[in-house]
């Protein structure tokens, strides 16, 4: 297995119609890796290009080509390349080979099968608080609507629920009133979101709040959790 | 700009087709905050409840079609509650009034601006 630290990125340039024993290259080439246990490699497919023999590659509507380029990529310990470098050479046959020195940061890791993991930040009882967000439908928050952003800022966060209710009248600030129109595809109205946590987490994410919300009123309330169920999620582990 | 004082939270909870002087109470209540100057009111239409006459409403997929629940939810500080809620007693024939005590905090951009 590949560890942090000094490795070796190869990368192999082949044309898609390359074949050898009928095969396509790239995907003998994956076979070779896969089974002298290279930690990983992937193959992309190019969507133009040229090589060696200066013929244009590309996956043009008109002329379907089956010669596009691709382009098998793997990072590998210096040894291991060393061993398998000959037989590579041979295998890419026209194709091009190109290795550089690179970093491991942080390795891949082999995922555990999957388990059941109970949302363990989520748990909450008793005392809590309800925010309710005031906002316009149409304000927006670096080209995203504004009550969106704010579900997923607060999803980030891990804000234990939001739910976004859309107003069929009302006004706020400017006393504009904001009406939904039935039959009418672009809704411009209020919305309110309300999401409860603890105090604690509310009050966190309020300076996040502070920065989203040009216009609109957020309003805290007292609220005791009655009951709180949720569904084991089916997580893939990572560690 | 921001502001932060306590204030009280109404509720109000009615049916789609309630009627005030021929108007829809929602409208109603709405026009009546307005003229208060309460700062802040909004009305939602749930898409399914029952209230005090114990018979159950429904929203329909089609939007022109009424007798869905409704839910008033106004925000202002206690003394300007305290005059909406006569105007509520004579308004709402048939529904429930709810108050709570909530903490608020106001963001208006500056007065120049807002007037479009």
Redesign the interface.
């Known amino acids: 297995m590949l560890n942090a630290g000094k490795a070796m990125k190869v990368t192999i340039y082949l044309s898609d119609g390359a074949t050898r024993h009928g095969v396509p290259v790239y995907s003998s080439i994956l076979d070779f890796l896969f089974y002298r246990g290279v930690a990983g490699a992937t193959v992309t497919k190019g969507v133009a290009g040229f090589g060696a023999d200066h013929h244009m590659h590309s996956a043009n509507m008109v002329e379907i080509s089956d010669r596009l380029p691709i382009k098998i990529e793997f990072i590998e310990t210096r040894e291991k390349i060393d061993a398998i470098l000959g037989k590579l050479e041979e295998l890419a046959g026209t194709g091009l080979i190109e290795m550089q020195e690179t970093t491991v940061i942080k390795p891949a890791q082999v995922s555990k099968p999957k388990q059941f993991i109970p949302p363990t930040h989520l748990k909450i009882e008793g005392k809590a608080q309800m925010m309710?967000i005031?906002v316009s439908e149409e304000d927006r928050w670096k080209d995203k609507p504004l009550h969106e952003a704010l579900v997923a800022a607060m999803r980030a966060n891990d804000i234990a629920g939001v739910t976004v209710?859309?107003?069929?009248?009302?006004?706020?600030?400017?006393?504009?009133?904001h009406k939904d129109k039935?039959?009418h595809a672009n809704h411009h109205g209020?919305v309110?979101l309300s999401a409860i946590d603890t105090e604690e987490k509310l009050r966190a994410f309020?300076p996040l709040?502070?920065q989203m919300?040009?216009?609109?009123?957020?309003?805290?309330?007292?609220v005791d959790i009655v009951k709180y169920a949720y569904r084991a999620l089916e997580v893939e582990a990572t560690s | 700009m921001?502001e932060q004082f306590p204030?009280r939270?109404v509720r109000i909870h009615f049916g789609e087709d309630d009627r005030w002087h021929g108007k829809p109470l929602?409208?109603a209540i709405?026009a009546k905050?307005?003229e208060l100057g309460i700062?802040?009111?909004?009305?939602?239409?749930g898409i399914e409840g029952y209230g005090s006459g114990s018979r159950i409403r429904h929203s329909s997929h089609w939007?022109?079609t009424k007798d869905a629940p409704i839910q008033l939810?106004i925000?202002d500080t206690e003394e300007q509650i305290a005059r909406l809620i006569p105007c509520l007693d004579a308004m709402v024939e048939e529904g429930l009034v709810a108050t709570?005590?909530?903490?608020?905090?106001?963001?208006?951009?500056s007065a120049g601006k807002?007037?479009?």
């Open positions: 309710r005031y209710y859309r107003g069929i009248l009302g006004y706020g600030a400017h006393r504009r009133v039935p039959l209020s309110m309020l709040v502070d919300v040009a216009e609109g009123l957020v309003v805290f309330s007292d | 921001k204030a939270m929602h409208e709405l905050c307005m700062t802040e009111a909004i009305v939602f239409r939007p022109l939810s925000v709570s005590t909530v903490e608020v905090i106001r963001y208006s951009r807002s007037e479009e």
